[in-house]
């Protein structure tokens, strides 16, 4: 993308530079030389970087769709009574990002994140659904449909709420989503579960072990295969698995989907599957992407990563979020086979330079639709946008 815009800006500078058919100055000559040079070097640099690829194992070129992005926006006069607070708020008034999708009877139905204006908490989170027949242009329901209640989750929820969920189908057809509750001091990662989108069952806390109950822990990314425009979660070695994590990334496994257990190293603690590198685009930390898939070549999974504020990667600004790719064995996935040296999405439009957090882009939400791969991401903590994969 980055080397198309250098060619393309490129013929549209040598379209600018005027050749009159009188003999010139030598002033001009010496004017239009450098320009000429310039020129020739942007745009033997936009080809190299055009033939500078991510590796074949990758979804790459994801192209951010200019023309519609962000394609949702806070809303201010969308109420909604909280069970919890007993008061009527604007639910979505602050900001919506970090969205699951999935494809439903041909259509695409968004799960995102979206808060108030609760000054305590810097706003409840609660999970709002949008419907769109064609990926692009969505139309969301008045309501949330999964949110912080009088039940036995609200310790947990309340009061920072229902935070960045997940999806994967089920072999039966049901829905299943991994989301994170916030108390107000810490994350826990939670699951719930349905058949139509609408009614949501709670299921607890992913990580049920005493030991774990109060581990800080989020996005969980389930390994699945794609089946037509179905991202079903699918078992490896007996069971099925989910990566997670938002410093490191780890590993857990489970029978049900429900109950998840931590794979632990030597010492009993959970073992970090991988980490931050050193100098590049994901020096500060590493965290899961949409749900894990199985492909010809590996499990793939598409991670979020973020930049050191100081002595990071040059080529982004402190502190910048970006998303990378990482290729697992399919008989072991806890062994990494490869991963991308680069980043393959950065923040560089204002939706996404500027926001609740500057610099961010945060991908959550992937499907398979009309023959495309449709990612769904949030913005700066602020908005959502969609790019597109052919």
């Not at 609200?154 to 057809?173: L, M």
């Not at 001091?185 to 299921?203: D, E, F, G």
Request: net charge positive; with cysteine.
């Amino acid at each position: 993308m980055k080397s198309n815009s250098i060619i393309f800006g490129s013929i549209y500078l040598m379209s600018q530079v005027k050749f009159e058919s009188k003999k010139p100055h030598p002033c001009d000559i010496k004017y239009i030389l450098p320009i000429i040079f310039s020129i020739l070097l942007q745009i033997c640099v936009g080809v190299a970087n055009l033939f500078a690829q991510q590796p074949n194992w990758t979804l790459t070129p994801f192209i951010k769709q200019d023309v519609v992005n962000p394609i949702l926006l806070p809303v201010k006069n969308t109420t909604f009574y909280c069970p919890v607070s007993k008061k009527t708020v604007n639910w979505e008034a602050k900001d919506v990002y970090n969205p699951a999708a999935v494809v439903r009877n041909g259509k695409v139905y968004l799960l995102y994140r979206a808060e108030d204006t609760l000054k305590s908490v810097d706003g409840t989170s609660r999970i709002g659904l949008a419907v769109s027949n064609d990926g692009i242009h969505f139309k969301r329901q008045a309501k949330p449909v999964l949110f912080p209640e009088n039940d036995f989750m609200k310790p947990y929820e309340w009061a920072g709420g229902c935070e960045d969920p997940r999806i994967v189908e089920t072999n039966e057809g049901k829905y299943l989503v991994t989301y994170t509750t916030y108390d107000g001091k810490t994350a826990r990662l939670c699951v719930a579960s349905s058949s139509n989108l609408q009614q949501w069952k709670k299921h607890g806390l992913a990580f049920k072990q005493e030991k774990y109950r109060d581990l800080w822990s989020k996005s969980g990314a389930i390994i699945c295969k794609r089946v037509g425009e179905k991202l079903i979660a699918t078992k490896v070695n007996g069971k099925y698995w989910m990566y997670f994590g938002d410093t490191d990334i780890f590993l857990a496994s489970s029978k049900d989907l429900l109950n998840w257990d931590i794979l632990e190293d030597s010492n009993g603690k959970p073992k970090p599957i991988f980490g931050a590198r050193k100098d590049k685009f994901d020096s500060r930390l590493v965290e899961s992407g949409p749900p894990a898939m199985i492909t010809k070549n590996g499990i793939l999974l598409l991670y979020n990563s973020m930049n050191l504020h100081e002595g990071g990667f040059a080529g982004l600004p402190p502190d910048a979020y970006s998303a990378g790719q990482i290729l697992m064995d399919k008989n072991d996935p806890s062994k990494v086979i490869a991963r991308t040296d680069d980043y393959f999405m950065k923040p560089e439009k204002d939706y996404e330079l500027n926001g609740q957090v500057n610099q961010v882009v945060f991908i959550e939400g992937m499907v398979y639709f009309k023959n495309r791969y449709f990612l769904y991401y949030g913005t700066a903590d602020s908005k959502i946008a969609v790019a597109v994969y052919k």
